[in-house]
C-alpha cells in the first residue's frame, strides 16, 4: 500500500485552499452585514437626535419671539 501520489498532495491542498476561501468569504459577509445593521442603527439615532434638536429650537425661539418686544423709550418730563 502506497502514501498519497503527488497529483493527490496536490489536489487536496487546492480543494484545502479553496475551502478556506469559501469560509473567509462566508465571515466577511457576515461582517458586512453587521456592519450594515450597525450603520442603520447609527442612522436611526441620528435622525430621532436631529427631530429632537428641531424640537428644542422651536421652543428656544418661541421662548425668545415675546421677550423681543420692541419697547417704546419713555419721554424725559
Not at 478556506?20 to 447609527?42: D, G, T
Request: aromatic letters at 2%; a positive charge.
Amino acid at each position: 500500500m502506497t502514501g498519497l501520489g503527488l497529483e493527490e498532495v496536490i489536489l487536496a491542498v487546492i480543494i484545502g485552499t479553496l475551502a478556506a476561501i469559501v469560509y473567509s468569504l462566508r465571515v466577511l459577509i457576515m461582517l458586512e452585514r453587521r456592519v450594515a445593521s450597525m450603520e442603520q442603527n447609527i442612522q436611526r439615532m441620528t435622525s430621532r437626535v436631529l427631530k429632537e434638536e428641531k424640537v428644542i429650537e422651536r421652543m428656544i425661539t418661541r421662548k425668545r419671539s415675546p421677550s423681543r418686544k420692541k419697547t417704546t423709550k419713555r419721554k424725559k418730563r
